[in-house]
Protein backbone atom coordinates (compact mmCIF):
# COMPACT_ATOMS: atom_id res chain seq x y z
CA UNK A 1 0.00 0.00 0.00
CA UNK A 2 1.76 3.47 -1.13
CA UNK A 3 3.28 5.35 1.84
CA UNK A 4 1.39 8.46 2.20
CA UNK A 5 -2.25 6.38 2.41
CA UNK A 6 -0.61 4.55 5.58
CA UNK A 7 0.28 7.70 6.81
CA UNK A 8 -3.27 9.57 6.61
CA UNK A 9 -4.26 6.17 8.22
CA UNK A 10 -2.19 6.43 11.20
CA UNK A 11 -3.48 9.88 11.40
CA UNK A 12 -6.80 9.17 11.97
CA UNK A 13 -6.43 6.58 13.89
CA UNK A 14 -4.02 8.49 16.05
CA UNK A 15 -6.25 11.75 16.49
CA UNK A 16 -8.11 11.86 19.97
CA UNK A 17 -11.12 11.43 20.96
CA UNK A 18 -13.26 14.65 21.89
CA UNK A 19 -14.07 14.76 25.40
CA UNK A 20 -17.82 14.06 26.01
CA UNK A 21 -18.22 17.72 26.81
CA UNK A 22 -17.39 18.56 23.02
CA UNK A 23 -19.17 15.43 21.90
CA UNK A 24 -22.21 16.12 23.40
CA UNK A 25 -22.29 20.28 22.15
CA UNK A 26 -21.96 19.08 18.73
CA UNK A 27 -24.84 16.42 19.15
CA UNK A 28 -27.14 19.42 20.34
CA UNK A 29 -25.96 21.71 17.28
CA UNK A 30 -26.87 18.73 15.35
CA UNK A 31 -29.94 18.51 16.92
CA UNK A 32 -30.48 22.44 16.63
CA UNK A 33 -29.86 22.28 13.10
CA UNK A 34 -31.56 19.35 12.08
CA UNK A 35 -34.83 20.56 13.57
CA UNK A 36 -34.93 24.15 12.02
CA UNK A 37 -34.60 22.82 8.92
CA UNK A 38 -37.50 19.84 9.31
CA UNK A 39 -39.72 22.90 10.95
CA UNK A 40 -38.87 25.90 9.08
CA UNK A 41 -37.22 24.85 6.11
CA UNK A 42 -40.27 24.76 3.84
CA UNK A 43 -40.55 28.55 4.81
CA UNK A 44 -37.06 29.44 3.94
CA UNK A 45 -37.54 28.11 0.31
CA UNK A 46 -40.46 30.50 -0.14
CA UNK A 47 -38.79 33.21 0.76
CA UNK A 48 -35.50 31.88 -1.01
CA UNK A 49 -37.23 31.46 -4.31
CA UNK A 50 -39.18 34.32 -3.87
CA UNK A 51 -35.72 36.05 -3.37
CA UNK A 52 -34.54 34.86 -6.53
CA UNK A 53 -37.29 36.56 -8.13
CA UNK A 54 -37.08 39.63 -6.40
CA UNK A 55 -33.69 40.64 -7.73
CA UNK A 56 -35.01 41.56 -11.02
CA UNK A 57 -38.29 42.60 -9.78
CA UNK A 58 -38.70 45.75 -12.08
CA UNK A 59 -37.45 43.97 -15.04
CA UNK A 60 -40.30 41.19 -14.69
CA UNK A 61 -42.81 43.32 -13.92
CA UNK A 62 -41.91 45.47 -17.04
CA UNK A 63 -42.01 42.41 -18.51
CA UNK A 64 -45.43 41.53 -18.08
CA UNK A 65 -46.72 44.50 -18.16
CA UNK A 66 -44.87 45.60 -21.73
CA UNK A 67 -47.94 47.05 -23.34
CA UNK A 68 -48.53 50.09 -20.18
CA UNK A 69 -44.70 50.30 -18.53
CA UNK A 70 -42.54 50.03 -21.78
CA UNK A 71 -42.63 53.10 -24.24
CA UNK A 72 -40.86 53.35 -27.84
CA UNK A 73 -37.10 55.06 -27.07
CA UNK A 74 -37.31 57.74 -30.59
CA UNK A 75 -33.82 58.74 -31.72
CA UNK A 76 -32.75 61.97 -30.51
CA UNK A 77 -35.91 62.71 -28.51
CA UNK A 78 -36.61 64.22 -25.14
CA UNK A 79 -39.19 64.34 -22.31
CA UNK A 80 -42.07 65.95 -22.44
CA UNK A 81 -42.32 68.89 -19.54
CA UNK A 82 -43.46 66.95 -16.31
CA UNK A 83 -46.48 69.27 -16.17
CA UNK A 84 -47.48 67.97 -19.47
CA UNK A 85 -46.86 64.16 -18.09
CA UNK A 86 -48.42 65.14 -15.08
CA UNK A 87 -51.47 66.65 -16.85
CA UNK A 88 -51.72 63.28 -18.85
CA UNK A 89 -52.18 60.89 -15.87
CA UNK A 90 -54.61 63.08 -13.94
CA UNK A 91 -57.10 62.95 -17.47
CA UNK A 92 -56.28 59.21 -17.08
CA UNK A 93 -56.80 59.03 -13.17
CA UNK A 94 -59.45 57.33 -10.94
CA UNK A 95 -62.23 58.79 -10.00
CA UNK A 96 -61.33 60.36 -6.60
CA UNK A 97 -58.03 59.72 -6.97
CA UNK A 98 -55.47 61.98 -5.06
CA UNK A 99 -51.89 62.01 -7.02
CA UNK A 100 -49.23 60.91 -4.46
CA UNK A 101 -46.06 60.85 -6.44
CA UNK A 102 -44.55 60.94 -10.06
CA UNK A 103 -41.88 58.74 -10.85
CA UNK A 104 -39.28 59.44 -13.58
CA UNK A 105 -38.75 56.53 -16.32
CA UNK A 106 -35.44 54.33 -14.97
CA UNK A 107 -34.56 54.13 -18.03
CA UNK A 108 -35.43 55.00 -21.43
CA UNK A 109 -37.14 52.41 -22.88
CA UNK A 110 -39.89 52.97 -19.70
CA UNK A 111 -42.86 54.62 -19.09
CA UNK A 112 -43.45 57.69 -16.44
CA UNK A 113 -45.85 56.50 -13.65
CA UNK A 114 -48.03 58.33 -11.46
CA UNK A 115 -49.50 56.97 -7.51
CA UNK A 116 -53.63 57.81 -7.09
CA UNK A 117 -54.80 56.91 -3.60
CA UNK A 118 -58.97 55.92 -4.22
CA UNK A 119 -60.43 56.23 -0.38
CA UNK A 120 -62.30 53.14 -0.05
CA UNK A 121 -63.79 54.05 3.22
CA UNK A 122 -62.50 55.39 6.49
CA UNK A 123 -60.19 52.75 7.19
CA UNK A 124 -58.65 51.52 3.60
CA UNK A 125 -57.94 52.77 0.07
CA UNK A 126 -56.97 51.85 -3.12
CA UNK A 127 -54.00 52.28 -4.65
CA UNK A 128 -53.55 52.77 -8.60
CA UNK A 129 -50.72 53.41 -10.84
CA UNK A 130 -51.64 55.41 -14.15
CA UNK A 131 -48.52 55.00 -16.76
CA UNK A 132 -47.69 58.09 -19.46
CA UNK A 133 -45.42 57.85 -22.51
CA UNK A 134 -42.88 60.60 -21.46
CA UNK A 135 -41.94 61.45 -24.90
CA UNK A 136 -45.71 62.07 -26.00
CA UNK A 137 -47.08 63.06 -22.60
CA UNK A 138 -50.15 60.34 -23.58
CA UNK A 139 -51.11 57.82 -21.02
CA UNK A 140 -50.62 53.93 -21.72
CA UNK A 141 -52.60 52.85 -19.34
CA UNK A 142 -53.52 52.59 -15.54
CA UNK A 143 -53.77 49.40 -12.90
CA UNK A 144 -55.28 48.81 -9.65
CA UNK A 145 -51.84 47.44 -7.50
CA UNK A 146 -53.50 47.66 -3.91
CA UNK A 147 -57.07 46.77 -3.14
CA UNK A 148 -57.61 47.32 0.86
CA UNK A 149 -56.43 43.92 2.54
CA UNK A 150 -56.92 41.82 -0.48
CA UNK A 151 -53.03 40.59 -1.57
CA UNK A 152 -54.25 38.80 -3.84
CA UNK A 153 -55.57 41.77 -6.04
CA UNK A 154 -52.02 43.05 -6.67
CA UNK A 155 -50.18 42.83 -9.34
CA UNK A 156 -48.08 39.39 -9.42
CA UNK A 157 -44.43 40.91 -9.11
CA UNK A 158 -46.14 42.68 -5.79
CA UNK A 159 -47.89 39.45 -4.57
CA UNK A 160 -44.66 37.93 -4.78
CA UNK A 161 -42.77 40.65 -2.54
CA UNK A 162 -46.12 40.10 0.33
CA UNK A 163 -45.21 36.31 -0.04
CA UNK A 164 -41.06 37.12 0.43
CA UNK A 165 -41.69 39.78 3.27
CA UNK A 166 -44.84 38.80 5.34
CA UNK A 167 -45.99 35.08 3.79
CA UNK A 168 -49.34 37.38 2.71
CA UNK A 169 -50.59 37.11 6.34
CA UNK A 170 -50.74 40.75 6.20
CA UNK A 171 -48.53 44.18 6.20
CA UNK A 172 -48.45 43.77 10.56
CA UNK A 173 -47.29 40.12 10.54
CA UNK A 174 -44.33 41.00 8.78
CA UNK A 175 -42.20 39.94 12.16
CA UNK A 176 -43.48 36.12 11.26
CA UNK A 177 -40.48 36.01 8.52
CA UNK A 178 -38.55 38.25 10.56
CA UNK A 179 -38.39 35.08 13.40
CA UNK A 180 -37.92 32.41 10.91
CA UNK A 181 -34.65 34.19 9.55
CA UNK A 182 -33.44 34.73 13.15
CA UNK A 183 -33.43 30.66 13.72
CA UNK A 184 -32.34 30.00 10.47
CA UNK A 185 -29.78 32.90 10.56
CA UNK A 186 -28.34 31.07 14.15
CA UNK A 187 -29.17 27.67 12.05
CA UNK A 188 -25.93 28.99 9.31
CA UNK A 189 -23.74 29.30 12.26
CA UNK A 190 -24.55 25.72 13.67
CA UNK A 191 -23.88 24.31 10.02
CA UNK A 192 -20.71 26.00 9.97
CA UNK A 193 -19.43 24.65 13.12
CA UNK A 194 -20.50 21.05 12.22
CA UNK A 195 -18.94 21.28 8.97
CA UNK A 196 -15.33 22.72 10.25
CA UNK A 197 -13.61 19.17 9.00
CA UNK A 198 -11.91 17.70 12.27
CA UNK A 199 -8.34 15.85 11.76
CA UNK A 200 -7.71 18.36 9.15
CA UNK A 201 -9.76 16.62 6.37
CA UNK A 202 -9.97 19.81 4.61
CA UNK A 203 -9.77 18.52 1.00
CA UNK A 204 -12.93 16.09 2.50
CA UNK A 205 -14.54 19.37 4.00
CA UNK A 206 -14.10 21.33 0.03
CA UNK A 207 -15.30 18.74 -2.50
CA UNK A 208 -17.75 16.60 -3.42
CA UNK A 209 -17.04 13.01 -3.78
CA UNK A 210 -19.48 12.19 -6.65
CA UNK A 211 -18.69 8.28 -7.05
CA UNK A 212 -19.83 7.48 -3.95
CA UNK A 213 -22.92 6.59 -2.35
CA UNK A 214 -26.31 8.34 -2.67
CA UNK A 215 -25.60 8.86 1.17
CA UNK A 216 -22.51 10.58 0.85
CA UNK A 217 -23.25 12.85 -2.52
CA UNK A 218 -26.19 14.13 0.05
CA UNK A 219 -23.75 14.96 2.66
CA UNK A 220 -21.43 16.45 0.39
CA UNK A 221 -24.11 18.74 -1.66
CA UNK A 222 -25.32 19.75 1.63
CA UNK A 223 -22.10 21.01 3.21
CA UNK A 224 -20.89 21.97 0.02
CA UNK A 225 -23.59 24.51 -1.12
CA UNK A 226 -24.14 25.73 2.46
CA UNK A 227 -20.11 26.78 2.64
CA UNK A 228 -19.99 28.15 -0.49
CA UNK A 229 -23.32 30.20 -0.38
CA UNK A 230 -23.68 30.13 3.16
CA UNK A 231 -21.55 33.84 3.62
CA UNK A 232 -24.04 35.29 0.55
CA UNK A 233 -26.74 33.44 2.37
CA UNK A 234 -25.40 35.19 5.99
CA UNK A 235 -25.96 38.57 4.39
CA UNK A 236 -29.23 38.08 3.33
CA UNK A 237 -30.62 36.78 6.40
CA UNK A 238 -28.84 39.62 8.54
CA UNK A 239 -29.68 42.38 6.24
CA UNK A 240 -33.46 41.02 5.96
CA UNK A 241 -33.51 41.10 9.95
CA UNK A 242 -32.51 44.45 10.19
CA UNK A 243 -35.31 45.32 7.09
CA UNK A 244 -38.37 43.75 9.04
CA UNK A 245 -37.07 44.91 12.60
CA UNK A 246 -36.35 48.42 11.63
CA UNK A 247 -36.77 50.38 15.18
CA UNK A 248 -34.77 47.72 17.12
CA UNK A 249 -32.24 47.70 15.16
CA UNK A 250 -32.11 51.17 14.87
CA UNK A 251 -31.72 51.45 18.67
CA UNK A 252 -28.72 49.20 18.35
CA UNK A 253 -27.26 51.21 16.18
CA UNK A 254 -27.65 54.31 17.90
CA UNK A 255 -25.66 53.04 20.45
CA UNK A 256 -22.61 53.31 18.06
CA UNK A 257 -23.45 56.22 16.08
CA UNK A 258 -25.86 58.70 15.62
CA UNK A 259 -28.73 58.48 13.74
CA UNK A 260 -30.94 61.77 12.98
CA UNK A 261 -34.80 62.00 13.27
CA UNK A 262 -35.69 63.14 9.44
CA UNK A 263 -38.17 65.77 9.82
CA UNK A 264 -41.48 65.34 7.84
CA UNK A 265 -43.99 67.91 9.29
CA UNK A 266 -43.33 70.32 6.34
CA UNK A 267 -46.07 72.93 5.58
CA UNK A 268 -46.19 75.51 2.35
CA UNK A 269 -46.87 79.09 3.16
CA UNK A 270 -50.37 79.75 1.82
CA UNK A 271 -49.62 83.41 -1.09
CA UNK A 272 -53.23 84.50 -1.84
CA UNK A 273 -53.53 84.87 -5.52
CA UNK A 274 -50.54 82.79 -6.16
CA UNK A 275 -50.92 79.23 -7.81
CA UNK A 276 -48.84 75.95 -7.29
CA UNK A 277 -45.18 76.12 -9.06
CA UNK A 278 -45.79 72.94 -11.21
CA UNK A 279 -43.75 70.03 -11.48
CA UNK A 280 -41.02 72.11 -13.58
CA UNK A 281 -40.22 74.50 -11.22
CA UNK A 282 -40.14 72.41 -8.69
CA UNK A 283 -37.29 70.39 -10.65
CA UNK A 284 -35.80 73.31 -11.15
CA UNK A 285 -35.27 74.47 -7.79
CA UNK A 286 -33.92 70.69 -6.94
CA UNK A 287 -31.57 71.11 -9.73
CA UNK A 288 -29.50 73.82 -7.98
CA UNK A 289 -29.21 71.75 -4.94
CA UNK A 290 -28.45 68.74 -6.44
CA UNK A 291 -27.22 69.58 -10.53
CA UNK A 292 -25.85 65.65 -10.96
CA UNK A 293 -27.91 62.66 -11.10
CA UNK A 294 -31.01 61.41 -12.43
CA UNK A 295 -34.76 62.66 -11.22
CA UNK A 296 -36.10 59.43 -9.84
CA UNK A 297 -39.25 60.76 -8.31
CA UNK A 298 -41.78 64.02 -7.28
CA UNK A 299 -43.69 63.10 -3.71
CA UNK A 300 -46.43 65.51 -4.45
CA UNK A 301 -48.26 67.98 -2.61
CA UNK A 302 -51.77 66.07 -1.06
CA UNK A 303 -53.38 69.44 0.14
CA UNK A 304 -52.58 73.27 0.27
CA UNK A 305 -50.39 73.06 2.69
CA UNK A 306 -48.56 70.23 1.21
CA UNK A 307 -44.94 70.55 -0.35
CA UNK A 308 -42.97 68.84 -3.11
CA UNK A 309 -40.34 66.78 -2.27
CA UNK A 310 -38.00 66.16 -5.48
CA UNK A 311 -35.33 62.69 -5.19
CA UNK A 312 -32.16 63.40 -7.20
CA UNK A 313 -30.46 60.03 -7.71
CA UNK A 314 -26.72 60.13 -7.53
CA UNK A 315 -24.69 57.59 -10.18
CA UNK A 316 -22.80 56.19 -6.39
CA UNK A 317 -25.91 55.71 -4.63
CA UNK A 318 -26.20 51.65 -3.78
CA UNK A 319 -29.98 52.01 -3.64
CA UNK A 320 -31.08 52.24 -7.14
CA UNK A 321 -35.17 51.76 -6.23
CA UNK A 322 -34.86 54.95 -4.26
CA UNK A 323 -32.70 57.33 -3.19
CA UNK A 324 -31.35 59.45 0.24
CA UNK A 325 -30.92 62.73 -1.79
CA UNK A 326 -33.88 64.79 -1.73
CA UNK A 327 -35.06 68.16 -1.18
CA UNK A 328 -38.33 69.43 -0.15
CA UNK A 329 -39.97 72.62 -1.48
CA UNK A 330 -42.67 75.29 -0.52
CA UNK A 331 -45.34 74.46 -3.27
CA UNK A 332 -46.22 78.17 -3.95
CA UNK A 333 -42.51 79.99 -3.41
CA UNK A 334 -40.51 77.63 -4.46
CA UNK A 335 -38.15 77.95 -1.14
CA UNK A 336 -36.13 75.16 -0.09
CA UNK A 337 -37.57 73.86 3.33
CA UNK A 338 -34.94 70.45 3.75
CA UNK A 339 -32.19 69.13 2.39
CA UNK A 340 -31.47 65.08 3.05
CA UNK A 341 -27.90 64.57 1.18
CA UNK A 342 -26.60 61.04 1.72
CA UNK A 343 -23.09 62.59 1.58
CA UNK A 344 -23.67 64.03 5.20
CA UNK A 345 -24.90 60.28 6.66
CA UNK A 346 -23.38 59.16 9.77
CA UNK A 347 -21.68 55.58 10.05
CA UNK A 348 -25.32 54.36 11.26
CA UNK A 349 -26.91 56.39 8.93
CA UNK A 350 -24.86 54.59 6.21
CA UNK A 351 -25.30 51.48 7.70
CA UNK A 352 -29.27 51.38 7.51
CA UNK A 353 -29.02 53.37 3.25
CA UNK A 354 -27.17 50.28 2.56
CA UNK A 355 -29.84 47.17 3.98
CA UNK A 356 -31.57 46.93 1.08
CA UNK A 357 -29.48 47.30 -1.83
CA UNK A 358 -27.62 44.53 0.11
CA UNK A 359 -30.27 42.57 0.05
CA UNK A 360 -31.51 42.41 -3.04
CA UNK A 361 -27.85 42.87 -4.79
CA UNK A 362 -28.63 45.95 -6.44
CA UNK A 363 -25.65 48.00 -4.91
CA UNK A 364 -23.65 45.82 -6.82
CA UNK A 365 -25.15 45.90 -10.13
CA UNK A 366 -26.55 42.98 -12.54
CA UNK A 367 -23.58 40.73 -11.39
CA UNK A 368 -25.06 41.89 -7.83
CA UNK A 369 -28.83 40.96 -8.60
CA UNK A 370 -27.29 37.54 -10.12
CA UNK A 371 -25.49 36.09 -7.05
CA UNK A 372 -28.66 37.11 -4.84
CA UNK A 373 -30.99 35.07 -7.38
CA UNK A 374 -28.36 32.30 -7.41
CA UNK A 375 -28.56 32.62 -3.68
CA UNK A 376 -32.25 32.28 -3.64
CA UNK A 377 -31.82 28.10 -4.29
CA UNK A 378 -29.67 27.46 -1.71
CA UNK A 379 -32.15 27.12 0.59
CA UNK A 380 -34.34 24.48 -1.69
CA UNK A 381 -31.07 22.80 -1.99
CA UNK A 382 -30.21 22.75 1.41
CA UNK A 383 -33.20 21.56 2.56
CA UNK A 384 -33.49 18.67 0.23
CA UNK A 385 -30.15 17.51 0.73
CA UNK A 386 -30.64 18.39 4.46
CA UNK A 387 -34.07 16.21 4.89
CA UNK A 388 -32.35 13.40 2.38
CA UNK A 389 -29.85 12.83 4.74
CA UNK A 390 -31.83 13.18 7.79
CA UNK A 391 -34.12 10.51 6.83
CA UNK A 392 -31.09 7.99 5.85
CA UNK A 393 -30.05 8.53 9.26
CA UNK A 394 -33.36 7.90 10.94
CA UNK A 395 -33.36 4.63 8.90
CA UNK A 396 -30.00 3.47 9.70
CA UNK A 397 -31.19 4.05 13.92
CA UNK A 398 -34.36 2.44 12.76
CA UNK A 399 -32.40 -0.59 11.37
Known sequence: MPEHILEGRAAIRLAPRPSPRLALGRKLWIQFHSLIGLF???????????????????????????????????TQASYRPLDEIFAAAQAAAPESGRAERLRLPRHPGAAAAVTYIVPVDDLSSDYYEVFVDPYTAKATGRRLIAHGDNLLSQPFIRIVMDLHWTLLLGYDRGYVVGVVAIFIFLSSFAGLYLWWPRNSAWRQALTIKWNATPERVAFDVHKTTGLYLGGVLIVLLATGIVMIFKPQARAIVETFSPIREEPRNFKSTLIPGRAPIGLDSALVAANAVFPDGRAHWILLPGNPGGVYVVGKQSESEPNRASTN?????????????????????TAGETFLEWQYPLHCGEAFGNA???????????PLILSLSGFFRWRQKRRARRR
Open 368 to 378: GRAVVMAAGFT
Open 325 to 345: RNVTIDQYSGAILHIQDRNTF
Open 40 to 74: LGAVFVVIGLTGSILAYWQTIDEGLNSAIMRVENP
